[in-house]
C-alpha cells in the first residue's frame, strides 16, 4: 500500500513513504523520537481520500544523520525543499507534536504551497518557559 522512497533536499537524504494517488497531497510529520511509521493507526481513514507522503526528519527513522543537533529550521528547511521539490499543487500538512511546530514553520514560509494545516498534539512554550501539552 505504502512505497518508501528517497529525497535529497541538498542537506541530507529524506527517506519517506507514499500511498496512492487518491486525493489532494497530505504531507504528513512525524514528533520527535519518531518516524512515518507513527501514523499507521490513523492510515485506514486517510488513504482513500488523499495523496499520502509520510516523512521521516533527519535522524529519525531511515532519514539520513547530519552532525551536531537539529532544530525546527532544519527540519522545516528539509520539508520546504521537500513540498517544493515534488508538487505542483498546494498540499495540506498534518504534524504530530515536533511535527507540528515544523508545519507551522513551514506554512509560514511557503504559504501559497499550503493549502492547510492540522496540528496535532501541539506542545506549547509559556512566559516562563514551562512546556504545556
Avoid at 529524506?14 to 512525524?30: I, R, T
Avoid at 504551497?113 to 512566559?127: F, G, N, Q, Y
Amino acid at each position: 500500500m505504502f512505497t518508501e522512497r528517497r529525497f535529497n533536499t541538498g542537506n541530507v537524504e529524506l527517506n519517506f513513504a507514499e500511498g496512492p494517488s487518491n486525493g489532494n497531497a497530505l504531507v504528513m510529520l512525524h514528533g520527535i523520537s519518531n518516524w512515518w511509521r507513527h501514523f499507521l493507526p490513523i492510515m485506514p481513514a486517510l488513504c482513500f481520500r488523499h495523496h499520502i507522503h509520510k516523512l521521516d526528519f533527519r535522524g529519525c527513522g531511515h532519514s539520513g544523520r547530519m552532525p551536531g543537533a537539529n532544530s525546527i529550521a532544519d527540519y522545516a528547511a528539509d520539508v520546504i525543499a521537500f513540498i517544493e521539490k515534488n508538487f505542483t499543487k498546494p498540499v495540506d500538512l498534518l504534524g504530530h507534536s515536533l511535527g507540528a511546530h515544523v508545519s507551522l514553520v513551514v506554512a509560514n514560509a511557503i504559504p501559497k504551497h499550503i493549502r492547510s494545516v492540522i496540528l496535532e498534539d501541539l506542545p506549547v512554550w509559556t512566559a516562563n518557559g514551562c512546556l504545556q501539552g
